[in-house]
């Protein structure tokens, strides 16, 4: 079964370093988006991307924060100077545009856990 | 706004017993709704979802939700826990275009042998 993969799975940074996540989505998928969850806690919304560009962003999304899809199959957040509140599990999810045959569930990857010193 | 309550941080259930996971939501029009479960160190993966027809909607593990308008819940339920049950549940609602869904805080199920 298509999967949405992501690496690292673990990254250890310092303070104000520049991190890049990535993931592949699946590949019939048009959606693209990142999550984060801090601590297990609530899983925040922070940026959805379709047609090459960002459709729609949270307030936690601010200019720090920058998602590209640099080829056919990857898709990527980077984060240009981190900072400790940073530190978190990212997930990326992908889904299809709803049609006659799904209702666009999101798929989920297994995450990338961002650890900011 | 849309969005999702689950009032339970946690849940504790003996194996075998009956589990409810409760979620409630407040949307203007027709609800999209879903449930995730979340294994330790996990991604989440996709339980089942409601969008319209039988309130009563099956889904993966032996899982069920049954949405009820009146009362602006959404409750996920199976008959008899398993201890492999134990995870963590999240209810989401679809906002806007493009799919997104917004999560509740999540609610902690530990079924106890």
């Known amino acids: 079964e298509p999967e949405v993969t992501q690496t690292p799975s673990h990254q250890v940074t310092q303070m104000g370093q520049e991190v890049i996540l990535r993931c592949v989505p699946i590949?019939?998928?048009?959606?693209f988006y990142w999550y984060r969850q801090i601590l297990g806690q609530k899983v925040e919304f922070l940026v959805s991307?379709?047609?090459?560009?960002?459709?729609?962003k949270s307030e936690i999304f601010d200019d720090q924060f920058s998602v590209e899809r640099p080829d056919g199959s990857n898709f990527t957040l980077k984060i240009r100077s981190t900072k400790l509140e940073d530190s978190a599990m990212y997930f990326c999810?992908?889904?299809?545009?709803?049609?006659?045959?799904?209702?666009?569930?999101?798929?989920f990857g297994e995450g990338s856990r961002l650890t900011v010193l | 706004a849309q969005s999702v309550a689950q009032p339970e941080d946690q849940v504790n259930v003996a194996e075998g017993n009956p589990l409810t996971v409760k979620c409630t939501y407040s949307?203007?029009?027709?609800?999209?709704l879903f449930w995730y479960v979340q294994y330790p160190n996990r991604g989440l993966q996709f339980l089942l979802k409601?969008?319209?027809?039988?309130?009563l909607v099956k889904g993966s593990y032996g899982f069920e939700a049954e949405f009820n308008k009146s009362q602006t819940s959404f409750h996920l339920k199976k008959p008899s826990a398993l201890v492999s049950d134990s995870a963590l549940y999240f209810c989401?609602?679809?906002?806007?275009?493009?799919?997104?869904?917004?999560f509740g805080a999540g609610t902690r199920l530990a079924v106890h042998p």
């Open positions: 999810a992908s889904s299809r545009p709803p049609d006659t045959t799904n209702t666009g569930e999101l798929f």
């Open positions: 590949s019939n998928h048009l959606y």
């Open positions: 991307f379709y047609n090459n560009e960002i459709s729609e």
């Open positions: 949307v203007s029009g027709n609800p999209y």
């Open positions: 409601y969008i319209t027809g039988d309130n």
């Open positions: 989401a609602v679809r906002q806007g275009g493009y799919n997104k869904l917004i």
